[in-house]
């Protein structure tokens, strides 16, 4: 059973657009999510996280969006730049405590010059 | 500061053969994770180890595989008669006992089992 499902698999997105990755979870008891960039041949690196007591979280060019009672979160990426293509995984993490992220399948997202 | 590492970078072996992969984690940093990623899927938490407390083995796949962390530091994940299907990425992370939910990590050791 897939806790985070992430959608789309893969993204073309021009110079300039914005970028846009959904997530929904299932498990109500998941209280941190965190959003991870992987560069080919690289571990993934966090990016951005958000909790479920704040609806927005912004940094930079990338902001979480986060709709409690429709279990989703989104990740939108501002003025999208080639640098920025990658491969994006949600997570979601049941303890603040530290146990294992549940992650998404990966949004591969490539920016167009 | 130094990152995670792991070694080696990549592993070709042949079925039926053990391997273990190695995992150095940042310094001071108690919780030690492994996950696996395969081709086209998210990554798959195998592990979890958190200071001297018993680790939390409930993503291990079968019992093949394997994993120790000595003197809370290094650890090593070992995969037994290795076949087909545990070709992948295997990525190891670390982070503060206190703030387990920021995990950083390593590279990974790309296993190819032929």
């Known amino acids: 059973q897939q806790q985070v499902k992430q959608s789309p698999q893969s993204l073309i997105v021009q110079k300039g657009g914005i970028s846009i990755i959904n997530c929904a979870y299932e498990n109500t008891a998941f209280d941190y999510f965190p959003w991870y960039q992987q560069f080919p041949g690289k571990g993934p690196a966090l990016l951005i996280a958000?909790?479920?007591?704040?609806s927005e979280k912004k940094e930079g060019r990338f902001t979480i969006s986060f709709n409690k009672s429709a279990k989703q979160f989104s990740l939108h990426i501002m003025d999208s730049q080639p640098g920025d293509s990658a491969t994006y995984f949600c997570?979601?993490?049941?303890?603040?405590?530290?146990?294992?992220?549940?992650f998404g399948k990966g949004t591969t997202l490539s920016v167009s010059s | 500061g130094a990152g995670v590492s792991q070694s080696p970078s990549n592993k070709v072996t042949e079925k039926g053969k053990d391997v273990e992969l190695r995992c150095d984690p940042i310094?001071?940093?108690?919780?030690l994770y492994w996950y696996r990623q395969s081709l086209g899927q998210g990554l798959e938490f195998l592990i979890y180890f958190q200071g001297n407390s018993a680790p939390d083995k409930s993503g291990l796949p079968s019992d093949r595989f394997s994993a120790e962390r000595t003197g809370g530091s290094v650890s090593t994940l070992t995969i037994q008669r290795t076949q087909q299907e545990d070709s992948a990425v295997y990525l190891c992370a670390s982070s503060l006992g206190t703030r387990g939910y920021e995990q950083y990590f390593g590279p990974g050791t790309r296993l190819t089992v032929t």
């Open positions: 997570a979601a993490s049941r303890d603040q405590a530290g146990t294992a992220l549940i």
């Open positions: 310094s001071g940093h108690t919780a």
């Open positions: 958000i909790r479920p007591d704040v």
